[in-house]
């Protein structure tokens, strides 16, 4: 049985940072390109980043560049997203989802972690 459980959001301050992780089982994750989505409230589902299968190429959406960073451990089956400068836009549920191997969309999801930005 595929499963993906985030961990590690929680209530910040802004400019506050925070570790979120992601891990997967009942699959072989290393195979697989992984992306972190996100959804603020009363909002549509937004792409946050992707990591290719083997972590060589990360790929993020232009507000959150140089703020968070994407990452994988293969033999440990965890995908990491270190989100630093934390903003109140930034607050949303943060799932992670795995890619179908033969189209774009995502074909595994998490049941997603909250995380809130606010003084």
């Known amino acids: 049985q595929v499963q993906l459980v985030e961990s590690g959001g929680g209530l910040v301050q802004p400019g506050e940072s925070l570790r979120l992780s992601c891990a997967a089982s009942?699959?072989?994750?290393?195979?697989?390109?992984m992306s972190w989505v996100r959804q603020a409230p009363g909002k549509g589902l937004e792409w946050v980043s992707g990591?290719?299968?083997?972590?060589?190429?990360?790929y993020y959406r232009d507000s959150v560049k140089g703020r968070f960073t994407i990452s994988r451990d293969n033999a440990k089956d965890t995908l990491y997203l270190q989100m630093n400068s934390l903003r109140r836009k930034d607050t949303s549920m943060y799932y992670c989802?795995?890619?179908?191997?033969?189209?774009?969309?995502?074909?595994?999801w998490g049941q997603g972690t909250q995380v809130t930005v606010s003084s």
């Open positions: 990591i290719v299968d083997d972590g060589s190429d990360t």
């Open positions: 989802a795995r890619r179908s191997v033969d189209s774009w969309s995502y074909d595994a």
């Open positions: 009942g699959f072989t994750p290393r195979l697989y390109y």
